[in-house]
Each structure stands twice: as structure tokens, then as C-alpha cells.
């Protein structure tokens, strides 16, 4: 590689930003200024990546967890070269259509690994990260599998609250892979972070499990020791890098006002005569991009070494890596072992809550997708979420299918984020259905980047019983099916459970939920069906006795109040149907004609479930009737409160008599 002054390289990646922070008058030059020799010893000494090929499986990951710096990452790609980052692209930053938004989007951008934005994000993605590299090593060799996580963080992620659950859970399992290099600038967009902040960033991550340093961040060589260092410990690492936001701008280095505004001319022309940078906008000298030309290419050495000892690995072990890593496709086993069980479950009814059928779906999937991880936090006896025999994760040891999250609920959620785009695996992870509160910021990542995470949120309405109003989700259901992107499931029985599964493990560009109930309920499919009736979201369960004037539409549990209804209105001689639906947003996903179709004619459309009324007018429209929640729950059992509440085949039978006049 031709030499260049180290300072030189840095500075390209400062005026880069300076520049697109400048073009755009909008973004964040404080950051990749101050940031910029940590990036270039990390980027040109250390990296194992290739810029022609940024989704070779071993590549060591990068994740720029304080996104707002996406001028550090867009520049590095273009240094480097990426063929999709070009100077123009550079130009148009933060402009419609360009692939350098705001903060980072791993479904826009080549060579970014996570949509990054809400601070401490990228810090607890990064955990699942280095765990699926971990576990990939077990299961198929450090031959094929041999690579790092790099975070670059800063003060907010770290203030963030799901920092704690991320660092607590990588140090308890000894992700030793896994180093994190902190922007430590004492600087926040109030001011010194000192107005709200005293941590002292090295004990806490050493309380936690580990390798902690500070250093000079605008020191090379020691930078480059550090991360040596780092790669060597048996316990993940923190390198706090002591730098300077702003480095080189006049007057605004290493204050608040160089994080997130444009220098402005004067500034920038300033900046530029500090750091001995005597070129126009957006230009690179060519002897400082030749050798960040040659930094990005010599990864190629590695991704062709590995390329032949991923060739000469056993054929079904090569073809299983494959299919699961780069194709990542579903089993072709799933479809035909879905088949099987709805059979079985036909021929031998079981009335148990929808969270024990999960579990007898599970019971046949774990064997048969071998990419399914299953884990919970900290509610694995509720949520049902264990197989009989599924080996745990330990600390340094990654050879099993189930982890343990602890109560982190947010850190559980970012983690199977990581462990899903990392590819080789299906997250599936276990909560209270209410908790969905403390894991929403992640599951709006998995809805926004298309990251297919499975959540399993069992206790999913006042069914649930004792605990009470703090435990029964009734506004959760219509929030989750607000969120573009998230695909709810509310199961009536096993079978649909079933159906439910396949579905969420198939879906390659979203996530899912599975809500399921704490108490039992009554089969109500009475055939197996070839078919998933559940792929459109809604299907007739009952169908009427001559012409409908009713169409009653239900969701998990009140799927058997629903069928109960439509009998009794039938020995009054009220012609009814029912429908079942399992995902309300699917259902209104489909095409017209077909919606129409499921959604059917019946002059009368009520609606059951357990839960608030919004989001239900799309189908029985603002004048359909309702039966469900209207407030908060009560802590008794279920029975009493369904009773309580009205929410019985009584009050819909009595809802409709009363609409029919």
C-alpha cells in the first residue's frame, strides 16, 4: 500500500463531512470530525471487509451506533469504494431519494449493517450481532465463521437506558468479538455533558463484565494498540477514545455547537486551513484516495481465503450455511411440518391457552428449522417459549438454541434485531404482551429496516386475570397494528397458532407479533385445510344458513364467544357468519376484491375483542358495533371479568337484536 500521511487520511473524512454537512445546511459535522483518525486506523489497519463485496458473511461488522454522524459511515464507503457511495451521493445528503439519509438505513445504503438513529440502538443491535457470530462459529466453524463487531458510540448512547441492558447482557456472556470504540467528547447538544451526566464510562462497563481503557483519540498509534488489545480479552471491550468534536474547527471545536448544525462558510474555510486541507468541495487528492482505495481492497485477500475453505467444507454443511446466511431462505421442511401438525391437532383437539399451542407448534419446528433461536426474558415458564431439550447459550459456550435475555425486554428486542440481520438465525423472543412498552423503540426498527425478529407476547388481554390492570394490554393490540411494517397475529386456537408460525417464520422482510392467551380456549377449526387460512389475515370460520344479515368478526380468544353468538342467533333465526382474524392489518393489506370478499355483505358487522375499538372501523365501519374493552382491566379471574366487562356471546347476540330493531 503507498504511504500517506496518517493526519492526511483522517482530514478526507472531515472534509467530506464538513462539506456534505455544509451542501445539505443540515446534519451533524461534529461527530466524523472528531471521530475521523479512530475511523481511519480502524478502517485501514484493522477491518476485515471488502468495499466490492459488502455482504461477504465474514466481513467483520461496523455498526455506527451515533447515527446522527452518518457523514463519518458515508464517507468511509465512498473512501474506501463502495460502488454505490459516489460523490454525488455525498452531495445529495439528506436529500429525497439519495443513499445518505439523515442517520443510517441498512435497507437503503450497501455497507451499512443496522438502521441507526434513536441513540443506544446500534449499541444493543450490536450485542445480537456478536452473539449470531458466536453461535455460527459453534455450529458451523471458525473456519467459515471468524469475524468482529466494531461499535462507534457516543455519550447519548451510553446515557440511553438500553445501554445498561445491552453491556450487562454481551458482558455476561463474554462476547469477547465484540469492541466498542466511545466518542468520549464530553459534549452534549445542551452543553458540557457534565450539566447531567457524572459516570465514569470505564468503571461502569468493567462492573459489567468488561475490558475497559481510555485513550488518546486523536492518537494513532494509540488507537491501534488499543484495538490489539482488544482483540486479544476474553470479555467484550470498551475503548473510550478522549477526542475533540468539532477537531479543527476555529471556533466551535469542543463545544455544543459543532454537534449538529452546519459549520457555515466561514467556519468551514477556517477548519479546512487548521487541518492543512487546501482543496475545494468535496474534492480528494488523489494520493489520499489511492490509499484509501488500496484499504478497501485489501479485504479481497481474506474473502477469497475464505471463499476456499468455505469450498472445501463438507457439501450439506456448505448448502445448509448457505441457504440460511447469504440465501436466507426459509426450511423447505416448515410448510410440511405445519401440514402434519394441523392434522394432528384436527384429529386430537386440544383445548389449551394459545401460548401451550405455540409451544406444540414448537415442539415440531425446533427440530425441523434448525435457524429457529428461541428465548425470553425472563418469563420462559409463561411464555412457553422452551422445547423439551433445547440446550442453553452460556457464557463462553454457544453451541445451544436458547437464551436467557433476563428482565430486558428493550435489550432483547435490539438483540434479535442484530442476531437477524446478522443472518443464520430466526429470533424468536418471549415478554408479557404488555411489556411491548419496554421493547417498542426496538420493534419500530424491526418494522422500519424490514428485520424479520419474531415476538411471542403471551398474557394478551384481561384473560389473563389476577395481576390485573398493570398487566392486561388493552390499547396494545391497536398500537402495534399502527406501526407500518409490524404484522400482528392473534391466534383463535392451535390450529391458527399453527398457521401463525409458518407465516411469521416464512414473512423475509418484517417482523412479527404472536399474541397469545394466558387461558385455555375451545378448537374452533374443525378441518386442517391444506392451505393457511391465515395468510390473508381473515377467513369465514362459520358461514351463514341462507343469506347473512350479520357478520361477526373476532381475534384469539373471543374467536369462541364469536361461534357461541352466531349459534344463538341462529335459534332466533338470524342469519350470521363468522369471521376469524387472525392479523386485522394483513386482512386490510389485500386486495380489494378479496377483502370485500372475507369482509362480505351482511348489513350488520360487529366486532369482538378484548381490547380498544380503534382500528376496527376499516371493517365494520364507523357505524359497525363493538363488543370489547373501553378502559383499563380489574384484577379478578378471567371468567368474571369477561363477564364484567360484557364481553360475552350475550351481549353480542343482544347488540345485534337490538341494530335489527
Known amino acids: 500500500m503507498p504511504t500517506v500521511d496518517s493526519s492526511r487520511m483522517a482530514n478526507a473524512i472531515r472534509a467530506l463531512a464538513m462539506d456534505g454537512v455544509e451542501k445539505a445546511k443540515s446534519g451533524h459535522p461534529g461527530l466524523p470530525m472528531g471521530m475521523a483518525d479512530v475511523a481511519t486506523v480502524l478502517f485501514t489497519k484493522f477491518l476485515k471487509y471488502d468495499a466490492a463485496d459488502p455482504h461477504w458473511p465474514d466481513r467483520d461488522r461496523f455498526i455506527l451506533s451515533a447515527g446522527h454522524g452518518s457523514m463519518l459511515l458515508y464517507a468511509l464507503l465512498y473512501l474506501t469504494g463502495n460502488k454505490d457511495m459516489t460523490l454525488d451521493q455525498l452531495k445529495n445528503f439528506r436529500q429525497l431519494n439519495s443513499k445518505t439519509p439523515g442517520h443510517p438505513e441498512n435497507f437503503i445504503t450497501d455497507g451499512v449493517e443496522t438502521t441507526t438513529g434513536p441513540l443506544g440502538q446500534g449499541v444493543a443491535t450490536s450485542v445480537g450481532f456478536a452473539l449470531a457470530e458466536r453461535l455460527l462459529a459453534a455450529e458451523f466453524s471458525s473456519e467459515v465463521v471468524d469475524h468482529y463487531t466494531y461499535v462507534l458510540c457516543s455519550d447519548g448512547d451510553l446515557m440511553e437506558g438500553i445501554s445498561h441492558e445491552a453491556i450487562a447482557l454481551a458482558g455476561h456472556l463474554k462476547l469477547n468479538k465484540l469492541i466498542f470504540l466511545y466518542d468520549d467528547n464530553g459534549i452534549t447538544i445542551d452543553g458540557p455533558i457534565s450539566l447531567a451526566d457524572d459516570v465514569d464510562q470505564v468503571a461502569r462497563f468493567k462492573a459489567c463484565g468488561w475490558d475497559a481503557k481510555r485513550i488518546d483519540g486523536h492518537d494513532q498509534k494509540a488507537i491501534a494498540a488499543a484495538i490489539r488489545r482488544a482483540q486479544k480479552s476474553d470479555k467484550p471491550s470498551l475503548i473510550a477514545c478522549k477526542t475533540i468534536i468539532g477537531f479543527g474547527a476555529p471556533t466551535r471545536a469542543g463545544t455544543s455547537k459543532a454537534h449538529g448544525e452546519a459549520l457555515g462558510a466561514e467556519e468551514l474555510a477556517g477548519a479546512k486551513k487548521a487541518l492543512g486541507w487546501d482543496y475545494g468541495p468535496f474534492e480528494i487528492p488523489d494520493d489520499v484516495l489511492k490509499v484509501w482505495r488500496s484499504a478497501g481492497r485489501k479485504g479481497k485477500r481474506h474473502n477469497k481465503e475464505w471463499r476456499a475453505r468455505f469450498a472445501a467444507r463438507p457439501e450439506a454443511e456448505r448448502d445448509e450455511f448457505k441457504r440460511r446466511v447469504i440465501d436466507r431462505k426459509p426450511s423447505q421442511n416448515l410448510a410440511e411440518v405445519i401440514r402434519k401438525l394441523k392434522d394432528k391437532l384436527v384429529a386430537e383437539p386440544p383445548t389449551v391457552a394459545t401460548r401451550k399451542a405455540s409451544e406444540l407448534a414448537l415442539e415440531v419446528l ?296
Open 366 to 661: 425446533v427440530p425441523a428449522v434448525p435457524e429457529l433461536l428461541l428465548g425470553s426474558a425472563d418469563l420462559t415458564p409463561s411464555n412457553n417459549t422452551r422445547t423439551k431439550g433445547l440446550k442453553e447459550v452460556q457464557p463462553g459456550h454457544y453451541d445451544g438454541r436458547y437464551i436467557h435475555y433476563g428482565i430486558r425486554e428493550l435489550g432483547m428486542a435490539a438483540a434479535m434485531n442484530g442476531i437477524a440481520l446478522h443472518g443464520g438465525y430466526a429470533p424468536a423472543g418471549g415478554t408479557f404482551m404488555c411489556f411491548a412498552d419496554y421493547a417498542r423503540p426496538a420493534m419500530r426498527i424491526s418494522a422500519l429496516a424490514h428485520i424479520p425478529t419474531i415476538y411471542i407476547m403471551t398474557h394478551d388481554s384481561i384473560g389473563l386475570g389476577e395481576d390485573g390492570p398493570t398487566h392486561q394490554p388493552v390499547e396494545h393490540l391497536a398500537s402495534l397494528r399502527a406501526m407500518p411494517n409490524m404484522r400482528v397475529f392473534r391466534p383463535a386456537d392451535a390450529v391458527e397458532t399453527a398457521e401463525c408460525w409458518q407465516l411469521a417464520l416464512e414473512r423475509p422482510k418484517g417482523p412479527t407479533v404472536l399474541a397469545l392467551s394466558r387461558q385455555n380456549l375451545t378448537p374452533v377449526r374443525k378441518t386442517a385445510h391444506a392451505d393457511n387460512r391465515c395468510a390473508h389475515g381473515a377467513y369465514e370460520l362459520v358461514a351463514a344458513n341462507g343469506e347473512a344479515k350479520v357478520s361477526i368478526f373476532a381475534t384469539g380468544s373471543e374467536v369462541e364467544i364469536a361461534v357461541a353468538a352466531q349459534q344463538q342467533l341462529s335459534q332466533r333465526g338470524i342469519a350470521s357468519r363468522v369471521v376469524s382474524v387472525p392479523s386485522l392489518e394483513l386482512l386490510l393489506e389485500q386486495p380489494e376484491d378479496r377483502r370485500q370478499a372475507i369482509i362480505g355483505k351482511a348489513p350488520v358487522k360487529i366486532a369482538v375483542e378484548a381490547a380498544v375499538r380503534f382500528g376496527w372501523d376499516a371493517v365494520i365501519g364507523a357505524d359497525g358495533l363493538f363488543v370489547g374493552m373501553h378502559s383499563f382491566g380489574h384484577s379478578a379471574p378471567a371468567k368474571d371479568l369477561y363477564k364484567h366487562f360484557g364481553i360475552t356471546a350475550e351481549a353480542v347476540v343482544k347488540a345485534v337484536e337490538t341494530r335489527l330493531g
